[in-house]
């Protein structure tokens, strides 16, 4: 587990924060909404609102193969080609996100919302995929499942970078 010991800008709560679990995700902002600069825009200022940090970000594009990569969880099933295509469409933007918070991983994917938009506008409609999201696919964006997605997946899209070794350069200790 990481924790915060110092009063970095991670801490947003003041002094008396002085050991609080940090936890990362990874989030990409898919090529619909990058392709549209003020959508874009207000997600990111989202994502700082809600008290994430970029740790490494990206702006990027995929072929076919690097996008089935990707997804290969996903291959059989019938939305796979649909998403590969879509992915490999455009540049999108990925993220590294950490937060102080038990578990990242469910905080981004809860602001994210219901990978079908028409859900998300019912139950959470202030979710970045209730308000941004067109359909299940061209959904406004990507979270991380597990810790175990976020450590594939960010050695996808930063091969060179290692999460572990971002937190002592930052002054965080890991314990």
Sequence with gaps: HYYITNNLS???CGWQC???RLTMTLAILKPDVYAHPVHHERILKLIHKEGFVVAKETV???DRIQADKFYQEHRGKF???RLVEFMSSGDFHALVLAHRTEDAIAKWRNLLGFTKCYKARQQ???SIRALYGLSDTRNAGHGS???ESF???SKILFPDWDHE???PDSNMTNN
Aim: aromatic fraction near 12%.
């Design 18 to 20: 002085k050991m609080q």
């Design 151 to 153: 450590v594939r997946e």
């Design 10 to 12: 991670l801490d947003t």
């Design 79 to 81: 939305f796979q080609q």
């Design 60 to 62: 990027t594009s995929w």
């Design 165 to 167: 070794q971002w937190l």
């Design 145 to 147: 499942d597990s810790p």
């Design 124 to 126: 959470n409609p202030a």
